[in-house]
């Protein structure tokens, strides 16, 4: 297909680059709060813990954040080259009311459950895909 993305999935690309764009601005401002912080380093031991919670924090978020946006980005490359909508796992399309919901999703809601079960398993359950929007 050579006219682009189809009619269908276009309110989900704009949804998307919405949503990388909020991301994006999201973690300069972080950025931004973070230098202002350090122009103004307190020096002594208690202020200095405190700063290094801080920086857990930004660092945290900011992975979620990173995340996030990767997989905005997986999206809005599925869209372009054709595959947005069809879970990889069982092949079917996702339904409607989850991508309105998480336009970035990459699972059906079965397959993204069996997936979360599994990591549950092992690693942690990656809960932000479906919490932050
Ligand atoms: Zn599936």
Known sequence: ??????PKFATY????EKKAEEVRRSMSA?????????LD???DEGDLSQQHHEEWI??????????????????LQRIETDNYGTCPECD????TKRLDAVPWARYCVTCQERIATRQAAGEEVDE???ASR
């Open 1 to 6: 297909m050579k006219n682009g993305p189809k």
């Open 13 to 16: 690309r704009k949804m998307l």
């Open 30 to 38: 972080q950025k931004a709060a973070q230098v202002v912080a350090r």
């Open 41 to 43: 380093v307190p020096s």
């Open 58 to 75: 930004f660092l945290n978020r900011n992975s979620l954040d990173m995340k996030l946006l990767r997989e905005v980005g997986d999206a």
């Open 92 to 95: 079917e399309p996702i339904s």
């Open 128 to 130: 932000f895909e479906e």
